[in-house]
């Protein structure tokens, strides 16, 4: 860690950079900058290329050349220059608008048409297009790699302990016996449901002006169908046009990306506490390393901090994505520049998804199931049985079924002598009292085994 880090307030950007460190490009200031160049170079070389307007003739490739490399090329230097810009005229978008006018003026064919970097734009129309590329980028870059990852080691792990049978517990008492497997299993159908409709959900855009209704391209070329020409620049972009906005894009499909988000993070955190639940039944043991240490006092202990880290990170990234999915969608009339400064916190609360996915990533990878403890809950609670026998005695009509057994078992410790004795004198057919003194705890787990092979 360099001595810079240890100054940063956000641990994000000091402690924990280097496990971010891909949404940096993305979602810093210079990113935000880069993209913002992105569209304004994008959208001048769409008005040449359109042959629609006699002032802007289609670039030579020369220029075309030009334009791409002021993307391509975009540097840590020239994002400071945009920001010199912008310490003096005291407006962000503008300031890349003069900073591209800096970088073509050398070029007589593009230095004519200056006028028409930012043709028609209002800054909203530069900062919705640069935002919705953020969080594209960012899904296709880091989000959904990091999902794919953290879903195939869940995957591993259930497969192997696909048929490990275990104890459950239902309101903290034993319960009809799972495995291992299937628990795990259900985390991942449900994480898999949410991926998809993060996965699948539009990013909307637009460019039409400061009020939504292309009043100024209109006034200056009306004969020209301007929907057409932003919705095929949008879709150029990647986005979704959205032709009903007031000065801004409403922010609706921001809140549903990382309301979706939120849902993956809290199946996670349901996961974290059962595993730190079954870490303290001594269900699973963590795997160790001879260096590190897990107490400062107590020698003994290999503490789950990975799953308690990621919880940690996962509410920190919802109390963020809560509000963020709560303010932005809400504006006064046609703008207002409260979502502005919400909107430049959305890496930091995407970046504490990762970090946690992280966490969880590295605590599954230490999981080891106890077989031996495992075991031993089973064959120590025969009881749950009793649901078994209920069950078929009501297939045979025998009275009371469910009253007897919880007569016979409730509050109490079963063990096999008894539950068999119990069995014997019940007026079932023989073979069908046989298959109930062959059924054990551990073999009391339904297709549960099937279900973790499936997935």
Not at 61 to 81: G, K, T, V, Y
Not at 193 to 222: C, M
Request: net charge negative; hydrophobic share 40%.
């Amino acid at each position: 860690m360099d001595t810079a880090s240890l100054m940063a307030i956000s641990p994000l950007d000091g402690r924990y950079q280097e496990k971010v460190a891909d949404l940096r490009p993305i979602f810093s200031e210079f990113g935000l900058i880069h993209f913002r160049v992105l569209v304004e170079v994008r959208w001048l070389q769409t008005l040449a290329a359109s042959g629609k307007l006699a002032e802007v003739p289609a670039l030579s490739d020369h220029a075309n050349q030009i334009l791409d490399d002021i993307i391509s090329d975009f540097s840590a230097q020239d994002a400071a220059r945009v920001k010199n810009i912008e310490s003096t005229i005291n407006h962000d978008v503008k300031a890349v608008e003069y900073f591209i006018k800096e970088k073509t003026e050398g070029n007589k064919e593009l230095a004519a048409i200056s006028e028409f970097i930012h043709f028609g734009c209002t800054s909203e129309d530069i900062n919705n297009l640069a935002y919705g590329l953020m969080l594209q980028t960012a899904r296709q870059q880091c989000i959904l790699p990091a999902l794919d990852n953290l879903i195939g080691l869940l995957n591993t792990f259930v497969h192997e302990h696909a048929t490990l049978a275990m104890l459950s517990r239902t309101h903290g008492q034993s319960a009809t016996p799972t495995t291992v497997g299937k628990e795990v299993a259900n985390t991942i159908a449900r994480l898999k449901r949410q991926i998809h409709t993060f996965s699948h959900t539009p990013i909307l855009g637009k460019l039409n002006g400061a009020t939504g209704s292309f009043n100024a391209l209109l006034v200056a070329y009306p004969d020209i169908n301007w929907r057409e020409v932003s919705e095929k620049f949008v879709g150029s972009l990647g986005l979704t046009f959205n032709p009903y906005t007031t000065q801004i894009e409403p922010h609706d499909c921001i809140a549903e990306y990382l309301s979706a988000l939120a849902r993956i993070n809290t199946i996670l955190i349901d996961f974290n506490r059962d595993a730190w639940g079954y870490i303290s039944l001594n269900y699973f043991n963590q795997k160790t390393l001879a260096h590190e240490v897990g107490s400062s006092t107590m020698p003994h202990k290999v503490n789950p901090i990975d799953f308690e880290n990621s919880e940690g990170n996962l509410g920190l990234a919802n109390a963020l994505f809560e509000h963020l999915s709560a303010k932005l969608p809400i504006s006064r009339w046609q703008r207002d520049l409260s979502d502005s400064t919400v909107l430049r916190n959305m890496g930091t609360a995407i970046g504490y998804t990762l970090l946690a996915w992280q966490s969880a990533c590295k605590g599954i990878l230490k999981l080891e199931p106890n077989h031996a403890v495992i075991q031993t809950d089973l064959d120590q609670h025969w009881e749950v049985l009793g649901e078994a026998i209920q069950t078929v005695m009501r297939r045979y009509k025998l009275p009371e079924p469910y009253e007897t057994l919880k007569a016979f078992t409730r509050g109490k410790r079963i063990d096999k002598t008894m539950l068999h004795e119990f069995i014997k004198q019940l007026a079932l057919p023989e073979p069908v009292k046989l298959q109930l003194l062959a059924l054990t705890p551990d073999t009391y787990i339904g297709n549960a085994a099937d279900l973790a092979k499936e997935i």
